[in-house]
T-cell receptor, first 109, second 114 residues
């Protein structure tokens, strides 16, 4: 089976940088994805890491360390619209995604 | 391409009743996964269908079932509803081949059981 741990809440101010961590315990691990969900909305895909290292997509970056079973999502130049829940999700040999319980990010003015 | 659609968007049912939710995936996608989302619980995996066959199943009681049709549309059914079944039910589609890491979610069906 697979389990993922991430903080339940993170707060930061507009313009700042925030890091959301995710640790996982899994068998047959392929990679780590990140999803964003605004209140009342559907989760949307942000990024995927299959290999160790940093992947950058605009203001968002995602990092994976397979040896540490750890990853993080880095959000730079925070904007009010970034206030949302962020989920890490592990891909495994069973071809299904296992999601963490989500991190509620609040961006303050 | 049209996105994933789910019907109905909102539903109110009484304990003991049953309910059927529908999901139409993105055209060409053969995999449909269902999730239950409740506050603080994240997305709990229910099951996944690929080419009309259940390929994966989460840890939910047998009251939760699903099926997939030849056009990849999927339905999930919950029988003998309980208060604790009140949740947002999300379906997500993907190609279903290779490693699954990017899924496209529908807007969800908000189920309230009274």
């Amino acid at each position: 089976g697979q389990s993922l741990e991430q903080p339940s809440e993170v707060t930061a101010v507009e313009g700042a940088i925030v890091q959301i961590n995710c640790t996982y315990q899994t068998s047959g691990f392929y990679g780590l994805s990140w999803y964003q969900q605004h209140d009342g909305g559907a989760p949307t895909f942000l990024s995927y890491n299959a290999l160790d290292g940093l992947e950058e997509t605009g203001r968002f970056s995602s990092f994976l360390s397979r040896s540490d079973s750890y990853g993080y999502l880095l959000l730079q130049e925070l904007q009010m619209k970034d206030s949302a829940s962020y989920f890490c999700a592990a891909s495994g040999s069973a071809r299904q995604l296992t999601f963490g319980s989500g991190t509620q990010l609040t961006v303050l003015p | 391409k049209a996105g994933v659609t789910q019907t109905p968007r909102y539903l109110i049912k009484t304990r003991g009743q049953q309910v059927t939710l529908s999901c139409s995936p993105i055209s060409g996608h053969r995999s449909v996964s269902w999730y239950q989302q409740t506050p603080g619980q994240g997305l709990q995996f229910l099951f996944e269908y690929f080419s009309e066959t259940q390929r994966n199943k989460g840890n939910f009681p047998g009251r939760f079932s699903g099926r997939q049709f030849s056009n990849s549309r999927s339905e999930m059914n919950v029988s003998t509803l309980e208060l604790g079944d009140s949740a947002l039910y999300l379906c997500a589609s993907s190609s279903g081949t290779g490693v699954t890491y990017e899924q496209y979610f529908g807007p969800g069906t908000r189920l309230t059981v009274t």
